[in-house]
């Protein structure tokens, strides 16, 4: 069953033809923040904290985090990520490239949607 999910969505959405665009705002933890890895940009909002708990329940990160995670951010802070299962703030998350951008709660959608007008033209 996790298996079929991981095609069904996560792929789905890494391989997508089209860029997608992920806007993150409050708590990304688990397979939220692997929803978010699997998109092509990901804007966060001031608020937005990350993470991939799981560990701290004994399993480890489903959905490709353990994959996607090190592609995005280097092996070290991935493995202190998911070891700890501790969260990141959008402005930690930037510098170490798990966000593209971080931008004022009001103006996140905005953005993203000005982003994508981008892409089109």
Known sequence: LAAHGQQ???????????????AVNGFALGGGLELAMSCHFRIAS????????EVSLGVIPGYGGTQRLPL???????MEMIMTAGMITASE?????????????AELL????????KIIK
Do not use: S, W, Y
């Not at 969505?9 to 860029?19: I, Q, R, T, Y």
């Not at 001031?46 to 708990?53: D, I, Q, R, T």
């Not at 905005?110 to 007008?117: F, L, S, V």
């Open 8 to 22: 069904m969505l996560f792929d789905f959405v890494e391989n997508f033809p089209k860029p997608v665009i992920g």
């Open 46 to 53: 001031e608020n937005a904290k990350m993470g991939l708990p």
């Open 72 to 78: 995005l951010v280097g092996k070290g802070k991935a």
């Open 93 to 105: 998350a930037k510098p170490c490239g798990l966000v593209n951008e971080v931008v004022p709660v």
């Open 110 to 117: 905005t953005h993203c949607k000005t982003i994508a007008r």
